[in-house]
């Protein structure tokens, strides 16, 4: 059974701070998604990757499958940026998603 | 962007009551999935569709689940007889092919009193 955990559980950032929320899952995986989850509940998939490093904006996304760890980076952070951020691994001939507790984000003025 | 539509936004039903989710996937993707979250806790899987059959279901979608494609745009998710437990936001998710990015619905928020 794959175990996805996130770390912190919770974070209180200042705006224009740097950010990391890690991820690291127990078994091999076909590829890992970051999500973003607003209040509202909706989430929308900012990454997938399977190796290496993506970037798109302010926001990073390392995956190192040896230590199956991943780390999704915000750069000069901005109160827009609150949300629960998610990392879900990718298993199976499906592609189903198993999820991770996710990090509640929340940047301050 | 083309989105995943579900509806409704909200269902409040009676415990023992059947009740049907229903999502519309973009219309040239042809992996289909339903996920839910109950309030609190992470998000969890239930069911991948493709090819018109189940490809993956998980302990949690039993017999009071079920799931159709009938007319080729929309996708439905059935429970049966609802459990004070089945409360929570279910999820329709759908992608073009393996490798690709996954899209989210928004959500459909179940009560069962």
């Keep these: ?109 | 962007e083309p989105e995943v539509t579900q509806t409704p936004s909200h269902q409040v039903t009676q415990m023992g009551q059947e009740v049907i989710l229903r999502c519309v996937p973009i219309s040239n993707h042809l992996y289909f999935y339903w996920y839910r979250q109950i309030l609190g806790q992470k998000v969890e899987f239930l069911v991948s569709f493709y090819n018109n059959e189940i490809s993956e279901k998980s302990e949690i979608f039993d017999d009071q689940f079920s799931v159709e494609r009938p007319d080729g745009s929309n996708f439905t998710l059935k429970i049966r007889s609802t459990k004070l437990e089945d409360s929570a936001m279910y999820f329709c998710a759908s992608k073009v092919d393996v490798g690709e990015k996954l899209f989210f619905g928004s959500g459909t928020q179940l009560s069962v009193l």
């Design chain 1, 1 to 109: 059974k794959n175990e996805v955990e996130q770390s912190p559980q919770n974070l209180t950032a200042q705006e224009g701070e740097f950010i990391t929320i890690n991820c690291s899952y127990s078994v091999g995986i076909s590829a890992l998604h970051w999500l973003q989850q607003h209040p509202g509940g909706g989430i929308v998939s900012l990454f997938m990757l399977s190796s290496g490093k993506k970037k798109h904006g302010r926001l990073i996304a390392t995956i190192n499958i040896q230590e199956k760890h991943s780390s999704l980076h915000i750069t000069a952070s901005h109160p827009r940026d609150s949300a629960v951020y998610i990392c879900a691994a990718v298993t199976g001939t499906a592609s189903k998603l198993t999820f991770g507790t996710g990090t509640r984000l929340q940047v301050t003025l």
